[in-house]
């Protein structure tokens, strides 16, 4: 298990999870500590999403590229340059799909072991803020800055639903079953229903929200502007359970459950990383497992378990990822068309802009997938021939 996070300071951390037996005997609690594993500086501006796979931590930056960091062999692993705009949001669905939303309104699908630009999507007329894909992978939903809720049918490859919702939503996320799924605007969560498409009820946050994670159906935890972690219950719209997390505001936070556990894992502006222990009452505060101080300013979380998922959504996993290249090979329709497709009017000049058509030898931007180092050396020679031209 490792604690992954991103920062300000264009830095990616890595913290491993090493449990021991307490000194105190067999029948005390296991001692939870985190080691310093890696630091990985491929961004060049603050560092704004991760996700994570049971290979791969990708992370998005103000850089507008998204890199791939190998957690196996502990590499870099290349990187994405399709948006013109700060990454906002990164999914993973199963090991075989990472789908990107930026501030260029495009939301993209990436085959996850070539690497390559299936789908290019200009799915909102301002920013993207954010994007849920639904339990089954046959929804997802998608929020922007033009005051729209999306929903996109993935089997059939369209834009299903648009709803104005006449504001700016910053969060949307399913529910785990995906019976509802909540949308937030500044510090108010509106909770709807999948069968009615209808908010069911509304839960007030003190500060403005800037993470939530379900801890269940109906427990929601919700982390902001402000030191405390609270957790409210979808159906009654009150808030059950709060304790204070951080001296600083909180900016991320996740959930996961292991065998014997399950653990929130919070991220704050006081360089703290931590582990909290759920008491199945979720009404009990939970308890500190462990913590460790980055002495950066935090923006975004993760945790890779080091496993293989097992959810339905996953696909068979080849023996070796591809390897960087330099030029990709032409993208396959049919399994393109299995993921999602866009909208139809606009499919040509986004089909264009990811090398589904035409007959051009040159690697698109979409599809291109490069080496730190060469995105570096490309920079530097297009600032020698701006000062060329300026002379």
């Keep these: 298990m490792e604690l992954v996070a991103g920062c300000y300071e264009q830095v990616l951390f890595g913290f491993a999870i090493r449990r021991e ?3 105190g005997g067999e029948h005390r609690e ?4 985190a080691v310093a594993d890696f630091t990985h500086h491929a961004h060049t501006a603050s560092l ?3 996700a994570v796979n049971s290979r791969f931590v990708v992370t998005g930056s103000k850089d507008e590229t998204i890199h791939i960091y190998d957690m196996k062999k502990k590499i870099d692993h290349g990187a994405l340059v399709h948006h013109n705009g700060t990454i906002t949001c990164l999914k993973f669905y199963g090991n075989r799909h990472l789908i990107s939303g930026a501030e260029d309104g495009l939301i993209c699908v990436w085959d996850a072991k070539k690497w390559e630009c299936l789908k290019s999507i200009k799915a909102h007329k301002g920013h993207v803020t954010f994007l849920s894909i639904h339990p089954s992978g046959k929804l997802a939903l998608s929020v922007g800055t033009d005051k729209t809720l999306r929903t996109w049918n993935l089997v059939e490859g369209r834009s299903a639903f648009i709803k104005n919702i006449k504001q700016n939503a910053h969060i949307v996320e399913w529910s785990p079953r995906g ?11 509106n909770v709807y229903q999948l069968d009615t498409a209808s908010v069911s009820g509304t839960i007030t946050n003190e500060k403005r929200i800037s993470s939530v994670t379900f801890l269940s159906e109906s427990v929601l935890a919700v982390a902001g502007d402000e030191e405390v972690v609270r957790f409210f219950d979808c159906d009654s719209l009150t808030c059950v359970c709060e304790f204070k997390a951080h001296e600083n505001r909180v900016k991320d936070i996740f959930s996961f459950e292991d065998p014997e556990h399950h653990i ?11 582990m909290w222990k ?8 939970p308890s500190l497992l462990c913590e460790v101080k980055t002495n950066a300013r935090l923006t975004c979380l993760g945790v890779w378990l080091d496993r293989v998922t097992d959810t339905p959504e996953s696909l068979p996993s080849a023996a070796e990822p591809s390897p960087v290249s330099k030029e990709q090979s032409k993208i396959n329709k049919r ?7 866009e909208e139809e009017r606009q499919s040509k000049s986004n089909a264009k802009k990811c090398g589904l058509t035409g007959d051009s030898n040159k690697p698109t931007k979409g599809n291109t997938v490069v080496s730190t180092k060469k995105r570096k050396m490309v920079e530097m020679l297009e600032k020698k021939k701006r000062k ?3 002379t």
């Design 264 to 274: 929130i894992v919070t991220a704050s502006s006081d360089g703290f990383i931590k």
């Design 21 to 23: 037996p307490d000194a």
């Design 388 to 390: 060329k031209k300026k």
């Design 335 to 341: 399994e393109a068309g299995d993921v999602v497709q």
């Design 179 to 189: 019976e509802r799924y909540i949308v937030v605007i500044l510090n108010k969560i």
């Design 30 to 33: 296991q001692k939870w500590t």
């Design 48 to 50: 704004s999403a991760v």
């Design 278 to 285: 759920l008491k199945q009452d979720k009404k009990v505060p």
